[in-house]
């Protein structure tokens, strides 16, 4: 029988149907699971023959093509030293080095901590872990309109995340705050994740005494021994597509690696641009480059936390602009993650993905069929689960609470049909007979508190209700809530010693650096 | 190598980039395929001991609980004669009879034959058709509001469905029109899918007269031995959930599968009213009234065409409305197609369902998950494909608009991935190298035109450029496209005298009833 577990993660696994009646009330963090156990089976789109052919192109530009690795000695001794072929900056290697340096060391599954230990992700396996949008310079709400984000809207979607039930993970630069200085904002970001939630966090990656800072405050959060011995933070590597990575990006990764803490590789490719506008050649050259620096993570510390990620998108004809949530990255995510499993690396897809300016019918589609399809494909570490507008320019307020519903609805999928006695029903049949309802059934009344998902943000009433209401869309909808949410936001406790000790830190490294702006 | 054929079907298969290209094209159905060939696999989400399970429970029904074939002594005749045991209305099922009977005669594909033959849709196997939704009284565009709808609404959509590459099939009840006497409705739309459409289409079954009118009018436009051999018309009977087939439903089943005619069966079942609440035993009791109705028309007719339907769905816990889109009934679409994969039976799903009054984001997200999940699940006939608002209470225009878009989408995602040599590019990265655009590469010139799904409708502009245009969301855009198509819209050619024989034989059908409005 396969009776489904309750979606329920890590230390507060609880399964059984008082959990599920608890998870899904959508009300506060309480009892919702720190992240997911799968336990439906992954959407396998390619066979063993055409994964093979797509990890054989993919050899061949490794073997063939190489990559070259800017500005970085270091990791050309590593990669000498490791059997490649290394001359001047270009890179090639030789056939099965690089999966054979990732098979040696590679952890399948980790545990990324989080400052609350009930809240700590587990990273592969079955597991899957929603994460907000990353990187936007821009904000959207109904009422302000679209404007640069600042560090109080970074807080506010903190804050947000936190309070969602369905969301598993801080994120990381979840809006750019442009109202701090460039060289000094990933101080105020890191603190506003360690301070306003309580959840796992990513660290800045744009130089590497950034990445040096970020992991310090976790030092300081979790104690210096702890971090030596265990992941507290993520770095998102963009791979300088096609087939580079360039110093600031390798320098990064080589601080965290050393530091084990947990990096993720993505190779960034917009079809046509930074690779062949055709899929297949577009996956391979993803899989080569991802393969690449996971390697290189390895040969920096092995066993060090390393996700293996994947960025594809198309164009569109008529504009060439970039489009999101098509079906040709919908396709290529499905196939990078069954890659990613041969490998044995936990894998990183991106989230609700669209290219619409407004959490719209067009920004809902598309990033309906990319989240969907990315927990389909069994993505461990789903980035931009919520908030993505505008190809990733935009964080906007009302998207990221239509997202993370949506994040809400996927936990009831990926949990799966529970096929045991009450599943099945037969003394409600029994009882009710034919031709009768089930509104007052014995069973009906046992289960229907925790039988469907309950949506925060869907309407199903009649029209008349819903035109007495105001007739609200959507997004109207979901404005209110996130004001409500923020109204209602309470901060996770702190030790004040900690609390101290983070901003102490921050105001001496502010002050021991000039602003700059860009 | 698992080389994508081209998404195409019957009589204008065509591979190779020219077809994609000219299907891609978004621009009238010239080129567009007369249906889908899946070229990617089924999501499995149940094994073997999971869906056997389900198969016993609904055995377990047939058995012990049995149906009731209300008002209809012919259809206890053929239960009694096939070995059934019938008490009065009550029927009940000896272990393995329902099944065994339809293994024993039952088509796993067929044939359903369009006026213009290159339209004919084939029904089953690895093949999807897309229909539009069907059944509402209420109709709503962004200018005229939610309204009931009249004949004009209806041939409005008829055309639409007509225009659009990514429909197949031209539907049925499309909209009520509601300005037509409820008893010669019937004449009026079979007419319009007839007149102003030349896709394959559903007929009346709302009574068995109406049933065989449907028929008629196609006996006038096919010609009459033409339609004895061959299937020109679908309906749809809705099962009396829980268990309960009636006399209308069964009068019309036996008129149609008679005349060879296809049957769509469909168990309607809003878990906890018509059904039990919990999603393993209305799977269970969807797949016993599906059987048993599949089955009938086999006892009618061996080999008549028959399509296995379901419609499974949710409800607010906190309303007790309906709810659309879910999880739950998106889990139970998925083990429904394998159960009827298993029984050798083509499958209907549901398409875009939404709870939403409008095609925002919810109604996007809802139906977006409901329709790619029914792809995914291998729905071999699509109906509600485009338009569905409010549980079904609504057609609407711009929702019709933007859910044939995401058809659009859909083709080239159940095309799947090319892994040929021009896909994988080989060339196009010795040409480029390393850290190099791929803009103005041979491959990419040779192949950008057919690379991408080209939406008619999503928004990819700079977000400067959108704003000049008028900042329009989805919706917007979609209310001119419509308008937009209907334009342009040309009839099919049709034969005058059958014209005339149609319009004839209405005019006296319409002429020898009485009106009825209710």
Redesign the interface.
Known sequence: ??AAEAVDGGRRRSGGREARRERRSGAGTAAAPAFITRQ??T?????E??LA??ER?AE??LQE????FRGDPEVLRLWQEAGADVRGE?VRFPAGLVPAIIRRSVRPQFTQHARNPARSVEIGGRHTVFSPAYGSPFVYDRAGG?RYGTIKDFENFVKLAYASPWLHHSGGTICEPVDVPVNKRHLDMVYAHLRWSDKALMGSVTAPERAEDSIELCRVAFGRDFVEQNCVILGNINV?S???YDVTMTAALRTSAAANQGIVVVPFIL???????????AI??SHAEAMAGVALTQLVRPGAPVIYGSFLS??????G???FG???P??SHL?VGQLARRLGVPLRCGGALT???????????????AL??AC?GGANFILHAAGWL??G?VMGYE?FM?DVD?CG??H??LA?????E?????E???E????????G?Q??LK???T?????A???????E??AEAG?Q???TR?HARWQQVLRDYEPPPIDPGVDAALTDFIARRKAAIPDAWY
Chains 1, 2 share one sequence.
């Open positions: 029988m396969t439906v089976p959407y396998e789109l390619l066979g023959e055409g052919l797509i192109h061949q530009l093509v190489g990559l070259e270009l679209r300088n096609p087939l580079v079809g046509g641009a930074m690779g062949p506008v055709t899929i297949a050649g391979a050259q198309s164009l569109s004809l008529r504009t602009a970039p489009t098509m079906p040709e919908v396709l196939v290219g619409s300016k407004l959490a719209d019918a067009q920004g809902a589609q598309e990033s309906s069929d969907f399809s389909l505008e190809g320019l998207k239509l949506h609805m996927l009831t999928f799966g049909l529970p096929l045991d009450n599943g099945f029903a037969m409600a049949f029994r009710v007979g034919i031709g009768k309802h089930y509104l059934a069973h009906t289960n229907y508190q039988a469907f998902y309950d949506s943000l869907a309407s199903n009433e009649s029209y209700q819903w007739s869309d959507a997004d979901a």
